[in-house]
């Protein structure tokens, strides 16, 4: 099966400028989810989709950082305005969601922003 | 509160033996999940423990102990390609996002 697709690869943007992350995610997956990975350390939940609603956004800094997954099934995360602390790299995953929690979430390779 | 707990860094010789340790503090834990991954890739999925005990997966193993707020991931026979970073990540009753902890950067020598 084709895994969760994410673009850009990478992106350099300076500061104050706006940006925007796309993911695709496993087909027939209902949850998904962004992280933020800064270098040297775990990813950190930003948030989490059950289909089109939102049910986890408590770590995303809401004054910059907004996402959307109109349909379901594509999610866009964008930061606006960027700090120079968003410099990581943005990782988006699925799973297959319901009531099981051991359902393991597959990750797309992310993308690295570096904010100058 | 949440607080996990992993080495920074290990080093293992190709061949041998590794076990890589994970301590946690988690409200309404459920259970916990091992990643693997490498240098400027996706993070891949290893193991998930949700009851006490052993579970083997060909050269990975993964413990849990409920109890003790603590697990760990053991690698044998390993392999240069198992130079990867190793991230342990637990779960909350009725939440399936994953809360990391900060990885063991794993390096096999010859």
């Known amino acids: 099966e084709a895994g969760v697709a994410q673009s850009p690869r990478y992106k350099i943007i300076e500061k104050r400028q706006s940006v925007a992350f796309w993911c695709n995610p496993i087909s027939g997956h209902a949850t998904l989810y962004w992280y933020q990975q800064i270098l040297g350390q775990g990813p950190k939940l930003l948030i989490q989709f059950q289909n089109n609603g939102v049910v986890d956004d408590s770590q995303l800094p809401k004054d910059r950082f907004s996402a959307e997954r109109l349909k379901g099934v594509d999610s866009t995360l964008k930061i606006q305005p960027a700090k120079l602390e968003d410099s990581a790299v943005y990782l988006c995953a699925s799973s297959l969601g319901g009531r099981i929690n051991n359902q393991p979430q597959h990750f797309g390779d992310g993308t690295r922003l570096s904010i100058l | ?110």
């Open chain 2, 1 to 110: 509160g949440q607080n996990i707990d992993q080495p920074t860094e290990m080093t293992a010789t190709e061949g041998a033996i590794v076990q890589i340790n994970c301590t946690y503090q988690t409200s309404g834990f459920n259970g916990l999940f091992w990643y693997q991954q490498h240098a400027g890739e996706a993070p891949t999925f290893l193991s998930y423990n949700v009851l006490d005990g052993l579970e083997e997966k060909g050269r990975f193993s993964s413990f849990l102990s409920r109890s003790k707020g603590y697990s760990y991931l053991l690698l044998k026979e390993l392999q240069m390609k198992d130079s990867a970073s190793y991230l342990c990540a637990v779960t909350r009753t009725g939440r399936r996002a994953l809360t990391f902890g900060s990885g063991t950067r794993l390096q096999v020598q010859p």
